[in-house]
């Protein structure tokens, strides 16, 4: 427990702070490698109210850490300010020394914490630095809201494996595309940019080969300014049977590209040769199917923190039959497939009771629906 003699009181502005400092740590999510994007702020009172000399968001890649970021901005202002933090201070050696010390050797006199670490190398260690240097600590604060934006680093680190997300996109008819037609616009121009900057946020975006062959998509982040944000796509493949000849394949030097497949397929030198990667999988017992649940350990244990499910129907019932899905995304077209149709596997009125309905966005004719998973 905490020293309760050490630690000040929580006050309306604090948590006005950590508010904010949480939206800062949303900004380089899907940026910071297999670091969680964490925020910092510095902020002090000299009597005429609080100011913020210091602000740090996790670098692109991983480092600096936030804390860092925000103490040299500060510089000497950081002598008896408040820190807020979204994620406890790091306790170890990376590239530069430990948050936490940073932090005492700085001067801060008080760091407000929300979400601890599940690092090994930090889980406690962090506030224990802090307090032993003479900080007052407060850890806890907005805790759940501070774990949001982390919420893949998270998922990887206590329970092994990314978080996965599955969209769909859903025609009026409830279909998702239709069989041998290629591609079937089911959602316009406004959420077509959402589901890339979706994209951009992920680690990783996995169909299944049926997808490749139905409708041949590029699977990228095509936003302006945020190309170089594309995730790995990953192709569930047992029998490598894509054509050389896909989008994929054929971008596979530019864009990173792996196929999950089982055994030692014909194919394989063909798909490394032209730069895909080749993942071997284990077969569901007494299946020619690849085991998900193993396949996501591994993606885990290569610091993929968050997958992407997009397509097709099949992909997305298996994800949701072995209950390896955490957060759906439903978006709704205002089109029509008609004959042909491949149908959804979800519709919005008949979603699974273990999931709870969370941020809906108008999207030009387009409804996108988000439901996460319920975790009571
Ligand atoms: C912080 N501030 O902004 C972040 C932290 O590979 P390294 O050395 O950068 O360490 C990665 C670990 O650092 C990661 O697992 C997590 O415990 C912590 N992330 N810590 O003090 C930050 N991003
Ligand atoms: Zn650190």
Known sequence: FEESGRASPVTDLDRRF?????????????????????????????????????????????????ETIALTEAGDLAI?????????????????????EALVRAGIARVVAAAGDPDPRVSGRGHAILRAGGISVVPHLLADEARQPMS??????????????????????GMIGRRGGGQVAITGPVANAQTHLLRARHDAILVGAGTIHEDDPALTCRLPGL???????????????????????????????????????????????????????????????????????????????SLLVEGGAQTARSFLEQNL????????????????????????????????????????????REYERRTF
């Not at 990314?162 to 769909?168: A, I, Y």
């Not at 089982?262 to 490394?272: C, N, S, T």
């Open 325 to 368: 899905v955490d957060r759906i995304v439903l978006v709704t077209g205002d089109t029509l497939v008609g004959a042909g149709g491949i149908a959804s596997p979800l519709v919005p009125s008949d979603m699974p009771a273990d999931f709870r309905a969370g941020r809906q966005l108008q999207l030009g004719p387009d409804l996108w």
């Open 152 to 173: 893949g680093y998270l998922a990887r680190l206590t329970r092994k494996r990314p978080e996965v997300t599955l969209k769909l996109a859903v025609s009026r008819d």
């Open 227 to 305: 190309e170089s944000r594309s995730p790995l796509r990953i192709v569930l493949d047992a029998g490598l049977r894509t054509a050389l000849s896909s989008r994929l394949v054929r971008t596979a030097s530019e864009t990173p590209t792996a196929f999950a497949v089982l055994g030692d397929p014909a194919a394989a030198a063909a798909f490394r040769a032209a730069g895909c990667e080749l993942i071997a999988c284990e077969a569901e017992p007494g299946t020619d199917r690849i085991a998900l649940e193993e396949l996501l350990d591994d993606l885990a244990a290569r610091g993929i923190s």
């Open 18 to 66: 950590m508010a904010a400092t949480i939206r800062l740590s949303e900004r380089h999510v899907g940026l910071t490698g297999t670091n969680p994007s964490v925020g910092t702020l510095i902020v002090r009172d000299d009597g005429d109210g609080p100011v913020i000399v210091g602000r740090g968001i996790t670098a692109p890649g991983g480092r600096p850490h936030a």
């Open 80 to 100: 008896g300010a408040t820190a807020y933090v979204t994620l406890e201070p790091c306790a170890h050696h990376g590239r530069t020394p430990p948050c936490a």
